[in-house]
């Protein structure tokens, strides 16, 4: 059964994280990355919004595979990281 | 001034333009008419605008190309100002470049007599409140960054088109952005054009530059572009 799930969060020192995501409770089934963090080059939040689809939801391997993505593509990230990500999707998916 | 679509497409036009060596790199200082909101590129617009109030008030709505939160740009309440050049005339780090041209704004408010400071990422403060606003892309080995810098600030108007739930609405909310928030107008009697003549001197100062009008090649592009910024399809993205 698809679930799902939203949460927001305000990144400690950083920007506004909201997290929209179907899911099954134990992977990713569809995931929506918004806020008024920044990504550079942008194109990126779409890889790493397609790279977490059927990801565990568990933080370790979601912040490695974001890690991955964001290394392979030679991003950057600002006012957000993977922990964060991973963090308000564990909060959307389990409360 | 332009509508917001124009606006966003001059910026790209001037990019493509500027990375093809068709025009030099280019600092440039505009406002909104009509009044609009403009969001960032990660955000999603139902979630941060009330379109049906937008409408009503005949304000635009626009997605950036650039990172950040939901602008109102009040016709006479801000200068938006955009620099675009080649990305190594600038820091390679994201905060130190945003620092760099952040520190422009601040030279040009200190021609008034206000002492603003950078306040990373990606904004400039007045004691600590918020007077200006910025977002940078860059792409293809180019940078572009724009800005605003507040004048005045209409908080009813700007609280009725951004999408804050009611009770934000409450007069405790308002004095909490004005806490957070701060304008030109509270430090200085200076006009609109005088805020923009000080921008002028603050982002030219030390450099070889002169006023130019838009090309042909770029106008005729941002022609092209503002249809793709006016688009129900690039608008409701996210």
Known sequence: ?95 | MHDAFTNMALDEAAEEAIRTGDSLPTIRFYRWKPSAVSIGCFQGLKDEVDIERCSGVGADYVRRRTGGGAVYHDEMGEVTYSIIAQEDLFPKGIVESYRTICNYVITGLANLGIKAEFAPINDVVVGGRKISGSAQTRRESMLLQHGTVLYDLDIKTMFSLLKISKEKISDKAIESVEERVTKVRNYSDATLDGLYNSLIKGFTEGKDWSFGPWTKQEMERAEVLSESYRSREWNFSR
């Open chain 1, 1 to 95: 059964m698809v679930v799902k799930g939203f949460a927001r969060e305000k990144v400690k020192n950083g920007k506004l994280l909201y997290v929209k995501v179907d899911h099954d409770g134990t992977v990713i089934n569809h995931i929506e990355i918004l806020g008024d963090f920044f990504i550079y080059p942008e194109e990126g939040l779409g890889k790493i919004e397609k790279g977490l689809v059927n990801v565990p939801v568990k933080r370790d391997e979601m912040i490695k595979r974001i890690d991955r993505i964001v290394s392979s593509g030679r991003m950057e990230l600002a006012g957000i990281d993977s922990g964060s990500i991973a963090d308000t999707i564990l909060k959307a998916v389990f409360g």
